[in-house]
């Protein structure tokens, strides 16, 4: 509808002297009288009607609030974009809009599964089939929610819409709200003959095996996301999302610092004096390990490319051996008497405190206080 102030070629704020002048050099102009075209029959009717609103006070007042004729949106839907602070206030529907019905398909719930690995599962990854409860799509209906042979009717209250609208009087004038349907919920359609599996929810509870292929280099707390191996949603929609929240056991000769696996070696006194080869067993394998003559406790054993294979993929990470020398706490007479010996050849210094070193002892303290 065209602006009853465009209308009479006068501005929004024209006095009440100003529109009846202007009504009058149009009427004069449009009259059938004077014009007897269509064109100005048509303009007159406009002219006419856009006076009587802008003439009366009250009229006026609700034509520019966006009342009845407002070229901004009849009704509650008036001030142009406003329509949706309308809504928001009235139930939506402002301006007599029909709303949409809502659709029984909606997605599913994300779920959660906490898997714990052990350490050695995290150096290269792990395969794991997971057991889940959750929910999945009914087979007898296949999502449909009705019985086989059956499909959902339009409801005879909003008439597929999902919406019920009333009109109310207000101080913006007649205000047309809409609601949902409390008949279909809103959905448009009701369910005469629903599913007797999923009682009409299109899904069922049940346990299903996910495939979870877990990558090296996961830590307690990571979250992995398995999209759309969550539950299905209602009537059959898609499906959320799946995560694995990791937490790795503790392992009793190894421990973890970034990509790098830690170990403490024990050494006796006399390797470690003279020197050995020995053959351990990492995580992935055996690895052989040459003590040197004179090893002290706190030395480091670096083996390259025997850690952690890092999360999101490069070199993996190293195995460091912190070396615990073992001294012997019982002797008898004839081992102490060699060791006496010894310490007096050597002519060793007496105890004393030494330069404070903060490196891979204090990391692996745990162990070594252990």
Known sequence: MADHYEVLGVSRDASPEEIKKAYRRLARQLHPDVNPGEEASERFKLVTHAYDVLSDPEQRQRYDLGGDGSPFGGGAGGFGGFGDIFETFFGGGGGGRAGRPRSRRERGQDALVRVTLDLKDVVFGAHRDLEVDTAV????????????????????????????????RSLLGNVVTSQPCTTCQGYGTTIPYPCASCQGQGRVRARRTVSVDIPGGVETG????????????????PAGDLYLEITVAHDDAFSREGDDLLATLEVSMPDAILGAKTTITSLDGDVDLEVRAGVQSGDVLTIKGRGITPLRGGTR???????????????????????????????????????????????LRDRFRG
Do not use: M, N, Y
């Not at 990571?222 to 009537?235: I, K």
């Not at 195995?319 to 020398?325: A, D, K, N, S, T």
């Open 137 to 168: 799509l009914c087979e007898t209906c296949d999502g449909s929610c009705c019985q086989p042979g059956t499909q959902p009717v339009t409801c005879d209250i909003c008439h597929g819409s999902g919406q019920v609208q009333r009109t109310v």
């Open 317 to 363: 990470g190293d195995l460091r051996v912190g070396v615990q020398v073992v001294t012997p706490t019982k002797l008898d007479a004839k081992s102490r008497a060699l060791i006496e010996d010894f310490a007096k050849k050597t002519k060793a210094p007496a105890p004393q405190l030494a330069q404070f070193q903060q490196g891979l002892f204090s990391k």
């Open 222 to 237: 990571l979250r992995l996301q398995l999209p759309g191996s969550g539950e299905v949603g209602p009537a059959g929609g």
